[in-house]
């Protein structure tokens, strides 16, 4: 068995290219070994293409060796055409013998089927193998598949003396209170998650753009609460430049070009409405950035995932309270910020 968990390492290795980039797929990777050997290698690059093990296959210089190989992959092989053919019958088609994989497809038009397509055709299927490992790679695909919601992840930087922000603000931009490192570091968590969340006064306070300018890759689905209808053309959120959606009570909003309006009821299950609004438009991945009452709401409801908290090296003296979230995580530093993430495991 350890042999097959050195080689299904390698697997999620190469899965963690496909971060930001596969959804609505999951992130997978794929090793062919002949004789103790790597022979070929593929990972999911992007929705719509080639999965993993068609790369790994395509891979392999000669096609002879694999009639007596074994096959890795992260995720089961898929076994129903969607936009590319099933992977399972590549495999099959190969005549590779042996196939090792880290954990069923949740998917209902594969779950359990691949394994099953794979077995009747002659190959001997391992099943199981670094599960916790390979669930942990896709959280996102398992949670949206599993529970009908988005992974959802909490995000806020307080000052060392536990504030959010100051009571009183000069200008409608954010007052920094984590380090240039760190902001950049929530850019590239930006680009890795589908969408991101903001609450109204959040808006009307610091203007955010919600992007990822100090990173590469895709912006994120602005989603804004506007309960009453409060922000107006001038604020980024409205600038049309990344897909926008506004959850109101306001049935007569005016809004932009790339900005659309999902009418919502705030009361006692909004997070869980959020959660449902956000799962019906297919989106696996949120990011809540606040204000306090939108995280505490979160908080209190127990609807989240991952926390991941700053405290900065700035003191205000007083102002707007951090979240209240007493559970215990593992802290790291960036320069003069302390990074705490805090997983919610059920």
């Not at 695909?141 to 930087?157: D, G, V």
């Not at 969340?197 to 990822?212: A, C, E, F, S, Y």
Request: overall charge neutral; glycine content about 8%.
């Amino acid at each position: 068995m350890k042999i097959h968990e050195k080689y299904l390492s390698r697997c999620i290795q190469l899965a963690k290219n496909g971060l930001g980039s596969t959804y609505p797929n999951p992130m997978v990777g794929s090793v062919i070994v002949h004789n103790g050997k790597i022979i070929g290698e593929g990972w999911h690059c992007k929705a719509g293409e080639p999965h993993a093990e068609v790369h790994a296959i395509h891979s392999v210089k000669n096609k002879s060796l694999l009639a007596e190989a074994t096959i890795y992959v992260s995720l089961e092989p898929c076994s129903h055409f969607g936009k590319t053919p099933p992977c399972c019958d590549l495999i099959i088609a190969h005549k590779i013998p042996k196939v090792v994989i880290g954990t069923i497809d949740p998917f209902s038009k594969v779950s359990g089927t691949g394994i099953e397509r794979l077995r009747e055709n002659g190959c001997e299927v391992i099943v199981g193998v670094l599960e916790k490992e390979c669930y942990e790679l896709n959280k996102r695909f398992f949670t949206f598949h599993n529970k009908k919601r988005p992974y959802i992840i909490l995000k806020w930087a307080e000052s060392s003396d536990g504030f959010i922000a100051p009571l009183v603000k000069d200008k409608k931009e954010p007052v920094w209170i984590s380090n240039e490192y760190s902001r950049q570091l929530v850019h590239k968590w930006r680009a890795e998650e589908q969408a991101i969340l903001v609450g109204t006064q959040t808006v009307l306070d610091d203007n955010p753009q919600l992007d990822v300018r100090n990173w590469t890759g895709k912006n994120p689905v602005r989603i804004v609460l506007d309960r009453h209808g409060k922000i107006d053309q001038s604020y980024f959120v409205n600038d049309g430049n990344s897909k926008t959606i506004l959850l109101t009570e306001q049935e007569n909003l005016a809004f932009g070009d790339n900005v659309t309006r999902e009418i919502i009821t705030f009361d006692n299950q909004l997070s869980q409405k959020i959660a449902t609004v956000v799962y019906q438009m297919g989106l696996q991945s949120i990011i809540i950035e606040g204000g306090r009452q939108t995280l505490q709401t979160f908080i209190d409801d127990q609807l989240w995932d991952e926390a991941r908290i700053f405290v900065g090296d700035k003191i205000l003296g007083e102002g707007i309270s951090a979240p209240r979230l007493h559970r215990i995580g593992k802290t790291t530093n960036i320069k003069t910020d302390q990074l705490t993430i805090i997983l919610n495991h059920d």
